[in-house]
């Protein structure tokens, strides 16, 4: 065990075991597989952002967000320096963050526009958020050697979200070229060739045994795109309706 109280895994083995979403959550949480995410994620913990100096970063790897019975699955990057790796929750206590909760909440998907810290009382509808690495990347930049160690978590997660998740929305190119090989390992059938990653892009994605899901593109919520109007909060609110549709998750009408 860490000093946390968390379990210690030194690697992504034996993610298959996992009974439930909560279980994975913890274990997620306790892993250090990747030394240089490792050292990274906790040196940015113990030196803060002047702006945190009170706060007691989370420093561990961040878990998924939201309901076990979530019908549309958001995936991310990583989380970021200060902020998934400050609060423990992603997408949570920074820009992107907040562009992301605000448009959810606007969508109908979140019971509140902002996510501060793990205690404030947000919760989504029919949405579950996750990321193909859990752990703040320096320069938020995960090797590719990172994404495929961390795969192991995001595969558990889909198949434990099986039964429920109907769309999967992925923000970034990043994230689609991580995610696919998870939703092929997962059980649906990926295209060949991949569908290239592009903001708007909707693809099927069959499946033998089941019920196919439907995959988004969408840029993704980072201060450049969003600064630049690269991505605007009307087409991140189009984006999300269509795929929370798709998905019959709960929306604001």
């Not at 320096?81 to 949570?92: Q, S, W």
């Not at 205690?119 to 989504?124: A, I, K, R, S, T």
């Not at 980072?222 to 798709?246: H, Q």
Request: glycine fraction near 10%; hydrophobic fraction near 40%; aromatic fraction near 8%.
């Amino acid at each position: 065990m860490d000093p946390s109280g968390l379990p210690d895994s030194s690697a992504p083995s034996g993610v298959h075991d996992v009974p439930s979403l909560s279980a994975l959550d913890r274990r997620i949480a306790g892993c250090r597989a990747c030394p240089r995410l490792v050292d990274w994620r906790e040196e940015v913990a113990r030196t803060k952002r002047a702006a945190f100096a009170d706060w007691t970063y989370w420093g561990r790897p961040v878990p998924g967000f939201g309901p076990p019975d979530a019908r549309l699955l958001i995936v991310g990057l990583a989380p970021a320096a200060h902020g998934g790796n400050r609060t423990g929750r992603m997408f949570t206590g920074d820009r992107s963050g907040d562009v992301l909760y605000e448009a959810l909440y606007d969508v109908g998907l979140a019971s509140q526009p902002t996510s501060a810290h793990a205690e404030d009382g947000l919760e989504l509808y029919g949405v579950r958020v996750t990321s193909p690495v859990h752990c703040a990347p320096p320069a938020n930049r995960p090797a590719p050697a990172e994404r495929d160690t961390c795969r192991p978590w995001l595969l558990q997660e889909l198949r434990l979200l099986r039964p429920t998740v109907r769309a999967a929305l992925v923000l970034g190119a990043f994230g689609w070229q991580a995610a696919l090989p998870a939703f092929a390992e997962a059980g649906w059938t990926v295209p060949r060739p991949r569908p290239a990653f592009a903001h708007g892009t909707r693809v099927t994605l069959p499946a033998p045994e089941g019920d196919d899901l439907n995959l988004f593109g969408c840029f993704h919520v980072s201060r450049r795109n969003t600064f630049t109007g690269k991505l605007t909060p009307a087409m991140l609110r189009e984006v999300l309706r269509t795929a929370a549709e798709a998905a019959g998750a709960p929306t604001r009408k």
